[in-house]
């Protein structure tokens, strides 16, 4: 029987934390009191193993249980109730790693394009990419569209729509993706540029699927996507069979798994060509190690597993560009859009001092 393990932090006492570790083992994989099975081979091969218990801080400690392969059934749905199922209602656990044999890795096909497919989707080989959002909630598609032109003139790389854009009356998808992608070819065509726009995917399967069709239609090469509003599995099967560079956006992510396994392994391991995140300094509250585990957890060698691109964002500023290529290293992509719109009808020359500042930050 082969085995992947599962990484949590556990709240317990020490005279507590070998039952507490026991007790999680059991409801990760068999649910019942082990003295009630009769096959001895469920209780050999189906029943979790705590391998290791180690302090961490006053109160905590770092458990990890070895589980059985076979009980993920080698699919997302398995895959994720095996590490967070039952567990994940209760409060004194957080998930923070795993580690999956080969057998099992090789059931997900990881990044489609990974770094270097992006870089060569974009035409940029040698630098931090760059991207923006358009915004706000509220916009038509020709305020949308003339936006998106704008910035593509600036030299951006990726223009995606904010993560709340879908397809509300106001903005439809099948209305909004064409005049968005025509205006960015028009500055393509103007400036010689590259500029990619990836439209939000939101909705039932249903909705996807003809969204997907609509966006195929345009040329679309890269879209937005946030995980867990679809749902981890259909995010895998939808983006596995699209043909399109995946932006993985982390809304409705905030549980209490750690945010490098959350989105440095299994937002990738599921298809993320690139994972946005709130990046330290910001709105949010991660830490500089959060984002720094992060990055080179979507970045490291893994198998088969193309590495994904680490998206700092939220709240970001041009003027921290230098600060944050410095700490993360050209293969990042920086996510700045509120501050560029705050230029008002400047924008375009604030767009193209980001532009500029990215390009001379690895000179």
């Not at 879908?166 to 205006?183: C, E, G, L, M």
């Not at 590259?194 to 966006?215: C, D, I, K």
């Not at 290293?329 to 859009?337: A, H, K, V, Y």
Request: negative net charge.
């Amino acid at each position: 029987m082969e085995w992947f393990k599962a990484v949590y932090h556990l709240e317990s006492t020490p005279a507590d934390i070998e039952a507490r570790a026991r007790a999680l083992a059991i409801e990760q994989s068999i649910e019942m009191p082990p003295s009630a099975v009769r096959q001895a081979e469920i209780l050999q091969d189906i029943l979790a193993r705590v391998e290791e218990i180690e302090p961490a801080e006053p109160g905590y400690f770092r458990v990890v249980l070895q589980m059985a392969v076979a009980t993920t059934a080698f699919d997302t749905s398995g895959l994720l109730n095996m590490l967070f199922g039952n567990c994940s209602l209760q409060e004194d656990v957080e998930l923070i790693d795993m580690e999956l044999p080969p057998n099992l890795l090789e059931a997900f096909s990881g990044p489609r394009y990974g770094i270097a497919g992006l870089r060569h989707l974009l035409n940029a080989y040698d630098r931090p990419l760059t991207c923006t959002a358009l915004k706000p909630q509220g916009l038509s598609p020709e305020q949308l569209s003339d936006l998106a032109y704008t910035f593509a003139l600036g030299g951006l790389d990726i223009v995606k729509d904010d993560h709340g854009i879908t397809n509300q009356v106001y903005s439809p998808f099948h209305q909004r993706v064409p005049a968005i992608q025509k205006a960015i070819q028009r500055a393509n065509l103007e400036t010689g540029g590259h500029t990619l726009y990836a439209p939000m995917l939101a909705g039932s399967p249903r909705v996807l699927r003809e969204n997907l069709r609509v966006a195929r239609d345009e040329g679309i090469r890269v879209v937005l996507v946030a995980p867990m509003l679809i749902g981890l599995p259909v995010f895998e099967e939808l983006m596995g069979g699209s043909g399109m560079a995946v932006l993985a956006h982390p809304a409705f992510a905030g549980n209490r798994i750690a945010p490098p396994l959350f989105f440095g392994k299994l937002f990738r391991l599921l298809g993320a060509d690139a994972v946005i995140y709130p990046n330290h300094g910001g709105r949010f509250s991660y830490s500089r190690d959060t984002c720094m585990s992060l990055a080179q957890a979507a970045r490291a060698p893994w198998g088969h597993v193309l590495p994904a691109l680490p998206v700092p964002a939220g709240g970001m500023t041009v003027e921290r560009v230098d600060e944050m290529v410095g700490f993360y290293g050209p293969d990042t992509m920086l996510l700045i859009g509120g501050n560029l719109l705050a230029a008002g009808d400047g924008v375009l020359e604030r767009t193209r001092a980001f532009v500029r500042r990215v390009a001379a930050s690895v000179v």
